[in-house]
């Protein structure tokens, strides 16, 4: 079975400076998708950014980038210039290719001060 | 933003009474799917469904059901609640192919007296 390590519960960044959040995955599969969920409080949990395992460039989608490595099995996600919106629970999920479910990571908290 | 309807917001009820929860899509998605949150905690999944007629349980066991009778909607059924359902619950949709994200509503806050 797949599993999904966020190693960090909280995390807090300056606003204006950069933060990046971990996530670790354990998996035997060769493709599979990668996903950030953002879900700030009481408020609908949204998709940040995915990634597909075939492809080697790093997604970025304007200030939110990621880190993919394949062979380490690692995801992280890097925010830039945060924001106070930023602020939120974030979640990386794994899915692979055959799959229809979504494996979560325990969530990081990431809180942004002003 | 994505067009999944969760109802209610919020709810609080007493131990033994039935409750449904609403989820419905506009998306036209085949795929949907139920998940249970604790505060601050990690998604479960206790529901799923590849299309109407389709259900499957999820890796939580659930004492929920569910049903999916339209394409649209998915409700989930608790015949009798009791404290321990107090939780989140969340709905999603999704598009056939795997690499498609899911979609969340805003969720459901179930608090059982």
């Known amino acids: 079975a797949q599993t999904v390590t966020q190693s960090q519960p909280e995390m807090s960044v300056q606003e204006a400076e950069t933060v990046t959040l971990s996530c670790t995955y354990d998996t035997s599969e060769s493709d599979y998708y990668l996903f950030w969920y953002k879900q700030p409080p009481s408020r609908q949990m949204i998709l940040v950014i995915r990634?597909?395992?075939?492809?080697?460039q790093n997604a970025t989608e304007n200030r939110f980038s990621v880190n993919f490595q394949k062979a380490a099995k690692s995801f992280s996600l890097k925010i830039s210039d945060s924001q106070l919106g930023d602020a939120a629970m974030y979640f990386c999920?794994?899915?692979?290719?055959?799959?229809?479910?979504?494996?979560f990571g325990g969530g990081t908290r990431l809180m942004v001060k002003p | 933003e994505a067009d999944i309807y969760q109802t209610p917001r919020y709810l609080v009820i007493g131990t033994g009474k039935k409750i449904t929860l609403e989820c419905s899509q506009t998306m036209g998605h085949d795929k949907m799917y139920w998940y249970q949150q604790d505060p601050g905690m990690e998604l479960h999944l206790i529901h799923y469904s590849y299309g109407v007629n389709s259900t499957e349980k999820g890796d939580l066991s659930s004492e929920s059901t569910v049903s999916r009778i339209r394409t649209e909607h998915f409700p989930l059924t608790l015949e009798s609640a009791r404290p321990s359902h107090t939780s989140q619950y969340l709905c999603a949709s999704s598009e056939s192919q795997s690499r498609e994200p899911q979609h969340f509503g805003d969720g459901t806050r179930l608090s059982i007296l």
């Open positions: 999920a794994y899915k692979n290719n055959a799959g229809n479910m979504l494996t």
């Open positions: 990634q597909e395992a075939y492809k080697q």
